[in-house]
């Protein structure tokens, strides 16, 4: 299954949770987020594992892309 891909690099926290949270609404099923820092980066992740996803994180050149999965 292909995930929707929400690019939130180049935004500063909390834009990208509120952007990830959106993005779960509509496909709960699971997402990918791209991020350019550390900060959003572990923000999404305790935000995915608050609400029960699996997170996996993988580095891409200077971007994370987190992907969050029921």
Known sequence: ?????IDARGRSC???V???????ELNPEGIEV?????TARDNIKRFGNNLGY????????EDFVLTLKK
């Open 1 to 5: 299954m292909k995930l929707n891909l």
């Open 14 to 16: 909390p834009e990208p």
């Open 18 to 24: 509120l952007m990830t949270k959106k993005a779960i």
């Open 34 to 38: 791209l991020v350019d820092n550390t």
């Open 54 to 61: 699996n997170i996996e994180i993988a580095e891409k050149d």
